[in-house]
T-cell receptor
Framework: QEKVQQSPESLIVPEGAMVSLNCSFS?????SIWWYQQHPGKGPKALI?????GNKKEGRLTVYLNRASLHVSLHIKDSQPSDSAVYLC????????????FGQGTVLSVIP | EAAVTQSPRNKVAVTGGKVTLSCNQT?????MYWYRQDTGHGLRLIHY???????EKGDIPDGYKASRPSQENFSLILELATPSQTSVYFC???????????FGPGTRLTVL
């Protein structure tokens, strides 16, 4: 079964800082890697996904995938207090049903 | 935007009782999922469905049943609730493989 590990567990940064979140997965056959954002008392919401090796940029978000090292990272530029949330890394496996295996999450706090 | 609703939002049940959690999506998505979220474990997949009439076991199906009577509705059933099933339950829907999953707001279940 796929294992997904995230680091750090929690992170506190000042407003405007660059944020870097890490995720390691165990199976090189994994398909897409997703990052979800979850605010307190809410359901997770998809932020960005990546399938191919390399990087993908959307607005203030950049994600880097290295399949050889089984590692993906999410970088948030110019962080805002509204970015304070739990960030979840999720990996989908081949099989045609888009089953996702989630990491335990990173709690991000952006201090004004 | 895709809409997934869950009911009830909060539920207190007694050990040994039957609990039914309901999920409705108006996105016409084929795939639907039930997860539970516990501190330290992240989101874990309980059951999922490819379409009306189908249910599949996820990673932690023991003690749970699922029902998909229509494209829009997906229920999670706890026939004999136990305190270990106290958790927050999320329903999600997705169009197909590789597509993002849209989550509902969650149901907080407490089994006494």
């Amino acid at each position: 079964q796929e294992k997904v590990q995230q680091s750090p567990e929690s992170l506190i940064v000042p407003e405007g800082a660059m944020v870097s979140l890490n995720c390691s997965f165990s199976d090189s056959a994994s398909q897409s890697i997703w990052w979800y954002q979850q605010h307190p008392g809410k359901g997770p919401k998809a932020l960005i996904s990546i399938f191919s090796n390399g990087n993908k940029k959307e607005g203030r978000l950049t994600v880097y995938l290295n399949r050889a090292s089984l590692h993906v990272s999410l970088h948030i530029k110019d962080s805002q207090p509204s970015d304070s949330a739990v960030y979840l890394c999720a990996v989908s496996m081949p099989g045609g049903n888009n089953k996702l295996t989630f990491g335990q999450g990173t709690v991000l706090s952006v201090i004004p | 935007e895709a809409a997934v609703t869950q009911s009830p939002r909060n539920k207190v049940a007694v050990t040994g009782g039957k609990v039914t959690l309901s999920c409705n999506q108006t996105n016409n998505h084929n795939n639907m999922y039930w997860y539970r979220q516990d501190t330290g474990h992240g989101l874990r997949l309980i059951h999922y469905s490819y379409g009306a009439g189908s249910t599949e076991k996820g990673d932690i199906p023991d003690g749970y049943k699922a029902s998909r009577p229509s494209q829009e509705n997906f229920s999670l059933i706890l026939e004999l609730a136990t305190p270990s099933q106290t958790s927050v339950y999320f329903c999600a829907s997705g169009r197909d493989i590789y597509a993002e999953q849209f989550f509902g707001p969650g149901t907080r279940l407490t089994v006494l």
